[in-house]
């Protein structure tokens, strides 16, 4: 898919529209190339002399490959990241490089997504990082700016789906069923009331399946040797 074509499905327009061309393979694996321009207005001052990408863009770059890794859906949406977690800058990346990019999609938990993404440059290992973001409508309320009740509420049912998988439990049952009904509760709730519901179920459980089981456990005495 060209630059142009690319423009039917991502929002962005020059200069941040960092993706020249993807191929999406049979494994659902988006692989991307963005060549790094001597013009670009992100090296200007970044640093005379010695122009270097900023991180920040190379975090750009791989995010924007990771949006297409669902396309289908972009159309009429924005894509807000989430979370960027895990980053590690391995080599710099300066103007005239070649850019790859590999994305993969880790996981999806209703409009949130979980992507892993690396960049390359001849081969050698430049950025990589874990990256999570929101499908929101263009002209809906659904933005960080103004964010809105439906945002916040998908984000805590996804929360909630999210956070099955994540945790050992003793009974399966009655956490489905404790969530099953925070999620109906959360429904026609304000928007900071659902992100208070989310970090009271959040420290509930931590302590009752974290904290409790190590609290409980027998005291340990130290002697010395």
Same mark, same amino acid.
């Given at each position: 898919?060209? #630059? ?8 962005? #327009? ?8 993807? &191929? @999406? ?26 122009? @270097? !990408?900023?991180? !920040?863009?190379? =975090?750009?770059?791989? +995010?924007?490959? =990771? ?18 977690? &895990?980053? #590690? ?11 790859? @990019?590999?994305?993969?999609?880790? /996981? ?12 390359? !440059? ?11 973001? +929101?499908?929101?409508?263009? &002209?809906?309320?659904? /933005? ?36 099953? /009904? #925070? ?21 509930? /459980? ?5 904290? &409790?089981? @190590? +609290?409980?456990?027998p005291a340990m005495t130290l002697?010395?040797?």
């Open positions: 898919m060209t #630059r142009e074509e690319l423009k039917e499905y991502l929002p962005h #327009r020059e200069p941040m529209l960092l993706i020249d061309e993807i &191929n @999406i393979d049979e494994a659902g694996v988006c692989h991307a190339e963005y060549r790094i321009r001597d013009d670009e207005f992100f090296c200007h001052g970044h640093f005379p002399g010695n122009p @270097i !990408v900023p991180g !920040v863009i190379q =975090c750009e770059i791989m +995010a924007q490959s =990771c949006a297409l890794l669902v396309l289908e859906d972009l159309k009429g949406r924005t894509t807000l990241y989430t979370g960027i977690d &895990n980053v #590690r800058f391995k080599h710099v990346v300066k103007p005239g490089d070649l850019c790859e @990019i590999t994305a993969r999609l880790k /996981s999806r938990r209703g409009p949130i997504v979980f992507c892993e993404a690396e960049l390359t !440059v001849d081969g050698a290992l430049c950025c990589k990082g874990d990256l999570s973001f +929101a499908l929101v409508e263009k &002209n809906g309320r659904d /933005s960080y700016s103004s964010p809105g009740r439906s945002f916040y509420l998908r984000f805590f049912l996804a929360f909630l789906a999210d956070f099955t998988d994540c945790i050992v439990i003793s009974s399966t049952m009655d956490l489905f069923a404790a969530m099953k /009904s #925070r999620a109906a509760a959360a429904r026609g709730k304000s928007a900071v009331t659902l992100k208070t519901m989310a970090f009271r179920l959040m420290k509930k /459980s931590m302590a009752s399946h974290i904290w &409790n089981p @190590i +609290a409980s456990r002697t010395r040797a």
